[in-house]
């Protein structure tokens, strides 16, 4: 009876070892994914609403320009990854003729405030009360980020927390 104790013990063991060795050893998944989307191609869907610190922002009002939409939440984890991405990105684009805009995703109003503050957003955010834009950008959870290009088509879909490397490379690819 001891012996076959003691066995199951260290089989047990052995168990939990190799498992916490894999999961020690797992390369977390980093970047966002590139999604077929029924919107690329297609004209953006209206966007427009107030933003975080008051003023309105509206995607008609920026063709010509190269706009980054990024859907997020302040309870996001990836969102938190990204939003320092997000805001090195803006910062070296805000002279090149691209936009960068948040569109907080089914959060409260402190929350997002709160997270802009705490992240140093340098782009604005704006509020999407009942999710209206999302459901017309078909946005199921955040982080999602459309790129849409000057002639105001989405090219672009990354869902989860986008690398500033991501960024460079989709605007390296519009201006060629």
Known sequence: ?????LVSSLAALV????????????????????VTSPLLGQVAPNLSGTKLGGGHWSLASQRGRVVVVNFW????GPCQV???NLSSFAWQERNARVEVIGVVFNDTLDA????????GSLYPSILDPGGAIANRYGVESPPTTFVINA????VVTLVGAVRLSQLDSVLKRLRA
Do not use: N
């Open 73 to 76: 939440a302040s309870w996001c």
């Open 151 to 154: 002639r105001g088509r989405v």
């Open 1 to 5: 009876m001891k012996r076959t104790v």
């Open 15 to 34: 168990v939990v070892v190799a498992f916490s060795i894999f999961l020690g050893t797992r390369q977390p998944v980093t970047d966002a994914t590139d």
């Open 82 to 84: 990204e939003a320092p």
């Open 112 to 119: 997002a405030k709160a997270f802009s503050a705490h992240y």
